[in-house]
């Protein structure tokens, strides 16, 4: 494992409260990111972070927000959770690659299974 | 809409036979291209990746093809076994400004090894 954890394993919640998902990494590497999983959709990149306090939008990042006050952490805030964000969602690390071989490599955590009823 | 096709969705392959998963892409800012591994309940693993600059990487029993002109790339897997069985994700990824590279994913290609 790269070192990365991720909290909640498994939630339920009910539709219009809001969520977080914590990530948690010990690698101390500058890149964070949070991905979906849907069927018939691969992985999509919901926010990213180039370090502490900077982050952006992905493909996927309406009706999700991120916040990341420490390299280590990467929390992923469901404002007002609605069944259509019931997934499978996984946080990735990536260090900054200057050498071969380094660069881009991404590595998963173990999941977060989110139901929304 | 989908920067990285995959092919075939499902796959059957007898064990000791070749596996043969497929993607295209369109954005030429690409550079970097991995595969991914993925066991149900489990992230995805990081099997093998390429760069542009060469046509083949061979780790194992696992080959990655890269055609530049055509903008397409393959898994091989030789010798497919039955713990071989997974999902397996095609990305490619590129770096833009400061923030990352995050990577585009193919839907994926379930890989059944049957004994």
């Known amino acids: 494992d790269a070192g990365i954890t991720q909290s909640p394993r498994h939630k339920v919640t009910e539709t219009g409260t809001p969520v977080t998902l914590r990530c948690h990494q010990t690698e101390n590497h500058r890149y964070m990111y949070w991905y979906r999983q849907d069927p018939g959709h691969g992985l999509r990149l919901i926010h990213y972070?180039?370090?502490?306090?900077?982050?952006d939008k992905g493909e996927v990042s309406d009706g999700y927000s991120v916040s990341r006050s420490k390299t280590e952490d990467f929390l992923l805030t469901l404002e007002s959770a609605t069944s259509s964000q019931t997934s499978v969602y996984f946080c990735?690390?990536?260090?900054?690659?200057?050498?071969?071989?380094?660069?881009?490599?991404?590595?998963f955590g173990p999941g977060t299974r989110l139901t929304v009823t | 809409q989908q920067q990285v096709k995959q092919s075939p969705q499902s796959l059957i392959v007898q064990k000791g036979g070749i596996s043969i998963i497929n993607c295209a892409y369109e954005?030429?800012?690409?550079?970097?291209f991995p595969w991914y591994q993925q066991f149900p309940g489990k992230g995805p693993a990081l099997l093998i990746a390429?760069?542009?600059?060469?046509s083949e990487k061979k780790e194992g029993r696992f080959t990655i093809s890269f055609n530049k002109s055509a903008k397409q790339f393959s898994l091989h897997i030789m010798d497919s076994q039955p713990g071989d069985s997974a999902t397996y994700f095609c990305?490619?990824?590129?770096?833009?400004?400061?923030?990352?590279?995050?990577?585009?994913f193919g839907k994926g290609t379930s890989l059944l090894v049957t004994p």
């Open positions: 390429i760069r542009p600059d060469v």
């Open positions: 990305a490619a990824s590129y770096e833009y400004s400061n923030s990352g590279y995050a990577l585009n």
């Open positions: 990735a690390i990536s260090e900054e690659g200057i050498s071969p071989g380094l660069t881009y490599e991404q590595y």
């Open positions: 954005n030429t800012a690409f550079d970097y």
């Open positions: 972070s180039y370090g502490v306090k900077d982050t």
